[in-house]
């Protein structure tokens, strides 16, 4: 039986933890990479659709080629960040379904309504995103994630080889500096936005 998470490890996931504007001058492995994906592709998802397609800027070029679609108070944050990650949703992510979800033809209740995709593909990679943010702060990492960028422009220069694919949010990803973050906006009580029906 699933037992609770001593505080320690909520405080990292949850209460504490930030998003960051900024980053300790401490670079991320390749291998930390792959660690976040193994831990937040276990995140549930529709049908195990598994939308998302990330692409991971660790060069300086790459994150200079993401920063000029970017307002430029995020450019900055983008350059200087030791990763940036662009999550992208694919909406043809229905082609994958007989072997992601081999327990019924789950492709076929996408076939041809792109609409339901297009929706599908949205929330679920949100929440694939939400997973990154965790599977992140779980291994000892901070994200930034954002918008204030021209997804169209992202999506022309980023996914030209994969047009099904488009661009949802980008976070930065590092050792958080926490010279780099303000007081912790307001966090309501559950009967503000709560109720039991």
Same mark, same amino acid.
């Given at each position: 039986?699933?037992?609770?998470?001593?505080?320690?490890?909520?405080?990292?996931?949850?209460?504490?933890?930030?998003?960051?504007?900024?980053?300790?001058?401490?670079?991320?492995?390749?291998?930390?990479?792959?660690?976040?994906?193994?831990?937040?592709?276990?995140?549930?998802?529709?049908?195990?659709?598994?939308?998302?397609?990330?692409?991971?800027?660790?060069?300086?070029?790459?994150?200079?080629?993401?920063a000029q679609f970017c307002l430029p108070a995020?450019?900055?944050?983008?350059?200087?960040?030791?990763? !940036?990650?662009?999550? /992208?949703?694919?909406?043809?992510?229905?082609?994958?379904? &007989?072997?992601?979800?081999?327990?019924?033809?789950? %492709?076929?209740?996408?076939?041809?309504?792109?609409p339901l995709r297009e929706v599908s593909a949205?929330?679920?990679?949100?929440?694939?995103?939400?997973?990154?943010?965790?599977?992140?702060?779980?291994?000892?990492?901070?994200?930034?994630?954002?918008?204030?960028?021209?997804?169209?422009?992202?999506?022309?220069?980023?996914?030209?080889?994969?047009?099904?694919?488009?661009?949802?949010?980008?976070? !930065?990803?590092?050792? /958080?500096?926490?010279?780099?973050?303000?007081?912790?906006? &307001?966090?309501?009580?559950?009967?503000?936005?709560? %109720?039991?029906?």
């Amino acid at each position: 039986m699933t037992q609770p998470l001593a505080d320690a490890a909520l405080d990292q996931l949850f209460r504490t933890a930030r998003s960051y504007n900024g980053y300790l001058d401490k670079p991320v492995s390749t291998e930390q990479l792959h660690a976040i994906w193994d831990l937040m592709k276990m995140g549930p998802t529709s049908a195990n659709m598994l939308p998302a397609r990330l692409i991971w800027c660790t060069t300086g070029e790459a994150k200079a080629k993401l920063a000029q679609f970017c307002l430029p108070a995020n450019a900055e944050k983008v350059l200087k960040a030791p990763v !940036t990650v662009i999550l /992208g949703m694919d909406i043809d992510y229905h082609e994958n379904l &007989p072997w992601l979800f081999p327990h019924a033809d789950a %492709k076929a209740w996408f076939e041809g309504n792109v609409p339901l995709r297009e929706v599908s593909a949205m929330r679920n990679s949100s929440m694939q995103g939400a997973y990154f943010i965790l599977a992140a702060r779980a291994l000892g990492l901070d994200t930034g994630p954002m918008s204030g960028f021209s997804n169209e422009a992202v999506d022309a220069a980023f996914f030209a080889d994969t047009p099904s694919v488009k661009s949802n949010f980008i976070a !930065t990803l590092g050792y /958080g500096d926490p010279a780099s973050i303000f007081d912790r906006s &307001p966090r309501p009580d559950f009967d503000t936005f709560n %109720k039991l029906a």
